[in-house]
């Protein structure tokens, strides 16, 4: 229960980072209304706030999230850009959520 309660907080602090970037990017390169930004500020925010949720150190949470980050990417990539991933992409991201299970599942001694 541990690991699946991890693994979608990983999920909802990666959606609110791509979502708060994302709304900056279509204000400044799809000439999208600047109003996106207030919007983009709150989800950064959210994100900022989420990571603090983890059980582990800083540290260790940022590294293993960059692994959840990359696979929520593509599937951003996919399901709002409408590209679909390739066999590589999806390589990249399984070799990237077993790093992220190494790095925040791994025991550990006290």
Do not use: N, Q
Not at 21 to 44: E, G, N, T
Not at 84 to 107: E, K
């Amino acid at each position: 229960m541990f690991a699946l309660k991890t693994f979608l907080l990983f999920a909802l602090t990666a959606l609110a980072e791509i979502v708060g970037c994302y709304l900056p990017w279509l204000w400044l390169r799809k000439d999208a209304p600047i109003w996106l930004l207030i919007p983009a500020a709150f989800s950064l925010a959210l994100f900022a706030w989420l990571l603090t949720l983890h059980p582990a150190g800083a540290g260790r949470t940022y590294a293993a999230y960059g692994g959840v980050y990359v696979a929520a990417a593509l599937g951003w990539m996919w399901a709002v850009e409408g590209v679909r991933p390739d066999r590589w992409d999806c390589l990249g991201a399984a070799v990237t959520l077993l790093g992220m299970a190494i790095i925040f599942f791994a025991p550990r001694g006290v």
